[in-house]
Structure formats: structure tokens, C-alpha cells
């Protein structure tokens, strides 16, 4: 890790470019009770960075050009145990930002996180996350950029850093985000089996590399490329988790028509939650479906009418793929949206004035 403690001395000529910006941003590197040290990173050192020690209190920590990667260093940082809104700062020249780390957005400069923040003449503490309001929250124009941003950024990912783990609190709030799902009458049906025996995982990769063996015989002429695709890192990720349909409840509204379509489809919005909750904590997961479900549950020790529907590998990753693994491997592209939008009659396309001919 490029990383230097340093006691700074203003007088100092010299100084690295970011700690001059962030003292000609008034935040003092060091302070009594708030900080007894200063630690400079370079952000091309993030992946790298020991994050436990960066997250550690009585410190300021200086991300030289950081600020492009705030949501990430934030992001590990409050993975590492640093609260939600410890003051933090993005400094682009004159422009100096200065809020909780949580509500820093991603921008040019130098980001710097530390309790000294707070004494900069430029912060403003970020607002306390208020109870959900009875008309639930208002969302401006950025957040819904950054919503937009996150859903086209989420990845199916099958590459992993081996020996990784996560922590129990995080899996729990990925879990907690699963569970706000919407389903068919409420019927929440999903369970999320956590492997953390080393042979089940082993056996789970083994039925899964079965039926790799069997899809490519069903492929045909793509059998040999399909082959050299990666379809899944359970191996390798660091938590392991199987989603299942648990045995039916019998629940009857809105689902009268297509039962078992509906169920699937409630278990299908939960996976989606827990996939986004994952990429915004930089995370990755792969859905793998490559399995005969029958003799996985049995080996789960599911009970008569609960069905394993999704393999799900999830962890951090090396770097998310710039694109669907698919369409970089060449298999596959995504269409244009417009080509699954149709105006009153299947395959009618949209008219001039539809949303999806404006864009
Ligand atoms: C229901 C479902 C099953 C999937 N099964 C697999 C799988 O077995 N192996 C795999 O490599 N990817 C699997 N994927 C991931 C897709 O290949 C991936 O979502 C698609 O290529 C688009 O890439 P993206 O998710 O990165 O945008 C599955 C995705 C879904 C939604």
C-alpha cells in the first residue's frame, strides 16, 4: 500500500499537491482529541489499501484523487466499520464539499475522510437519515441519476478474490434488502439457504459442473465456445447462498391464474434486491441456474415442495466487468431497449411521440 504517515508541518515546502489542498481547504490534518495522524493514499493504491487501518479512528485520511472513487471508498470504509456520516470532504480546487461520508458524492479531487473535516469552515453535516415520512420519501434528480447509474452498473459477476470474506453485518443488511422484496400477496417466498460447509460447496460445484457438461452437449455448433465461457466462481467468492422456494403456502390473491409463474417471479424481485444491494456495497454476485434442482435439495435437506431456484456467489471482486460478461466473450448483445417496447399491439412500434422513440 503507497501510504505514508506523516505529522505535516504547513511551513513545509514541498508538500504533495493534496495535502496542499487540503489545507488550503482549512482542514487541519491533525487535532487534538479528533486526530493524532494523517495518512496520504494514492488512488491508484485503492485495491490495495489495508481498509481496516484506514478505518480506524483518530486519523485523517487523504485520498490523493480520490474523489472519482468516493462511493467506493465510502463504501469500504463503512465496511470496515466507520459510521455513516463521519465527516468527510471532496476538494476540487476552489470547490470544497464537506458533508458525512455517506452523502459525499463521486467528483474530481481529493477526498478527505477524518473527525478533522469537521472543523473545515465548509461543512455542513449531512441530515440525519429521517424515519421514513407516511408519504415515503422524496427523491430529487440525483438520485435518481445515481439509481440509473447503479442499475446499468450492476453486473452478473463470475470472477472473484479468492480468501475474501464479508462481514456478518453486511451479509445481514444484503439479506435485509432481499427481504423487502415485493411478492404475490405478500407471500414473501423466498429462503436463503447460507452454505458455509466447505464439501456442500464443494458438492454444490460439482452438480453444477454437471450440468455445464450437459448444457454443452444441448448446445450444438456452440458447444466448444460455450465451454470457454466462466458461468459461475463458486469456488472462489466468498459467501455462497442458495435461493429457494420454500414448499407453497397456498396463497391465492393475484396468483389464481399463474400460480407458480408468480412465486417465481417474487423469489426473481428478491435475488434483484439483493444483486443491487450487493453492487452499491461494491459487491458482486453471480446468479448461476446451472443445476438439476431435485438433487440439490436433496442435498440441502429441503422438504418435500421446496425448490432451489437460483446458486448465488457473491463477494468482492478484482473489478466489476465494464460490460455483461456475455457481450465481452462475444456470445451475446444486449438489444436496444426500444426493441422491447411495443405501442398497443405485440410488435406495433412505438409512435413519434412515445418515450421510447424520443430517446
Ligand atoms: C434467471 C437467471 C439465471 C442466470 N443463470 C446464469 C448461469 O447459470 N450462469 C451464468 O454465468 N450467468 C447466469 N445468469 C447471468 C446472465 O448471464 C447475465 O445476467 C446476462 O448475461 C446479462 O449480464 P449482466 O447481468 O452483467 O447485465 C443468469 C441470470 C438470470 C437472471
Known sequence: MSCSEIRPDPACAGLPPALAAVFAAGIPLTAPELASRCVLLDAGALDTADWSALAEPGQTCVFADGGPQAARIAAELQRHGLAADTPAARIDGEAVVATGLASLAAGAGTLVVGETVRLSRHYEAAPAAAPAAPGGEHYGPADARRLQRLLAGRRDMRHFRRGEHITPETLQRLLQAAHH???????????????????????????????????????????????????????????????????????????????????????????????????????????????????????????????????????????FYPAPMLEIEGWRSRRPWQDAVYENAWGEPASPNSAASKA
Do not use: H
Not at 403456502?249 to 417474487?266: L, Y
Open 181 to 319: 422484496a415485493p411478492s404475490v400477496g405478500m407471500m414473501q417466498p423466498w429462503r436463503y439457504l447460507r452454505i458455509s460447509d466447505p464439501a456442500r460447496r464443494e458438492a454444490i460445484a460439482a452438480l453444477v459442473a454437471r450440468e455445464r457438461d450437459a448444457t454443452a452437449d444441448a448446445m450444438g455448433e456452440r458447444a466448444a465456445e460455450f465451454l470457454r465461457l466462466k458461468v459461475e466462481g463458486i469456488r472462489e467468492c466468498a459467501e455462497l447462498l442458495v435461493a429457494a422456494l420454500p414448499p407453497d403456502d397456498g396463497t391465492v390473491f393475484g396468483r389464481r391464474t399463474m400460480p407458480r409463474e408468480m412465486v417465481v417471479c417474487s423469489l426473481a424481485c428478491s435475488i434483484q434486491n439483493l444483486w443491487l444491494a450487493a453492487r452499491v456495497e461494491n459487491l458482486g454476485l453471480g446468479w448461476v441456474s446451472m443445476f438439476e434442482p431435485q438433487p440439490l435439495a436433496e442435498l440441502l435437506a429441503m422438504p418435500a415442495g421446496a425448490m432451489p431456484l437460483a446458486i448465488l456467489c457473491l463477494g468482492p471482486v478484482e473489478a
